[in-house]
């Protein structure tokens, strides 16, 4: 069992940065592939980033590549998004996602084993 929890979301101008954190509980956190993805009002949950199990490889959605980065800290069990030049269409309810045995690019289509509560990040214009 794995449990995540996000937190570093908020209220930012378009062009700030925000840095969301999750954090995760457990021993095999450095097992599982992780991801962040988002939701925003009215529409499906989509991916936005995916790490390795290493951190050695990263995979992004087009409209994030080179605004997000996605890092994590396996002595910290801990998984970060660092957010760039934010848009107002980033505003969304953001997700930690953890999935035994992916490839980053498999976390846009596998079912996911365990998800955090989510943090809210509205960008204004």
């Known amino acids: 069992q794995v449990q995540l929890v996000e937190s570093g979301g908020g209220l930012v101008q378009a062009g700030g940065s925000l840095r969301l954190s999750c954090a995760a509980s457990?021993?095999?956190?450095?097992?599982?592939?992780m991801g962040w993805f988002r939701q925003a009002p009215g529409k499906e949950r989509e991916f936005v980033a995916a790490?390795?199990?290493?951190?050695?490889?990263?995979y992004y959605e087009d409209s994030v590549k080179g605004r997000f980065s996605i890092s994590r800290d396996n002595a910290k069990n801990t998984v970060y998004l660092q957010m760039n030049s934010l848009k107002p269409e980033d505003t969304a309810v953001y997700y930690c996602?953890?999935?035994?045995?992916?490839?980053?690019?498999?976390?846009?289509?596998?079912?996911?084993?365990?998800w955090g509560q989510g943090t809210q990040v509205t960008v204004s214009s």
């Open positions: 790490i390795s199990k290493s951190g050695g490889i990263t």
């Open positions: 457990g021993r095999t956190f450095s097992t599982y592939t």
């Open positions: 996602a953890a999935k035994l045995g992916a490839t980053t690019q498999g976390m846009t289509f596998v079912p996911i084993d365990y």
